[in-house]
């Protein structure tokens, strides 16, 4: 799909990236909104603004509308005495695409260029957490099972 860019995201594209995090959410999923669209617009553009050291977002881009994002989080580690300025832990996390660019590699090319930025910047591990549906994806793009790699669910 050449007609469709990857590309850092934009502060302007904050509300973009909101809808498609609503239409995953409330639309596909059926999960009962705590607020208006506007008020998770304006949620979705606070956490990008507050958070530029610890998240990064992409989007795909067509004729000028955003179509898809993913996001990567990067959790700092203490320093280690042979990495005395510590690295991080890099996480995907939110990869969506509009159901019209499905199946044409736009969220394998999402990805891909946040594995290429974790890369860049160090990142010591890349994990997620993925969905049946995402799984192969994350497999074909070299991601495997970390045996000790646990995780406790919160007491409800």
């Known amino acids: 799909m050449d007609d469709v860019v990857i590309r850092a995201s934009r502060p302007e594209d904050m509300a973009a990236v909101a809808d498609l995090r609503w239409r995953w959410s409330v639309d596909e999923d059926g999960?009962?909104?705590?607020?208006?669209?506007?008020?998770?617009?304006?949620?979705?553009?606070a956490f990008a603004r507050e958070h530029p050291d610890?998240?990064?977002c992409v989007v795909a881009e067509r004729d000028g509308v955003v179509l898809g994002m993913a996001w990567l989080a990067m959790n700092p580690r203490p320093p280690a005495p042979?990495?005395?300025?510590?690295?991080?832990?890099?996480e995907l996390q939110t990869v969506y695409v509009d159901p019209a660019l499905r199946g044409r590699g736009v969220a394998g090319?999402?990805?891909?260029?946040?594995?290429?930025?974790?890369?860049?910047?160090g990142a010591e591990?890349?994990?997620v957490h993925s969905s049946i549906v995402g799984e192969t994806l994350y497999r074909r793009?070299?991601?495997?099972?970390?045996?000790?790699?646990?995780?406790?669910?919160?007491?409800?």
Not at 82 to 90: L, Q, S, T, V
Not at 109 to 121: G, M, P, Q, Y
Request: charged share 30%.
């Open 31 to 45: 999960a009962d909104p705590a607020v208006t669209p506007e008020r998770h617009r304006e949620a979705m553009a």
């Open 54 to 56: 610890s998240h990064r």
């Open 82 to 90: 042979h990495r005395p300025h510590g690295r991080f832990a890099a």
């Open 109 to 121: 090319r999402l990805v891909a260029r946040l594995v290429e930025l974790a890369d860049e910047l």
């Open 125 to 127: 591990r890349i994990v």
């Open 141 to 156: 793009l070299g991601f495997g099972d970390a045996r000790l790699l646990l995780q406790r669910p919160p007491e409800d």
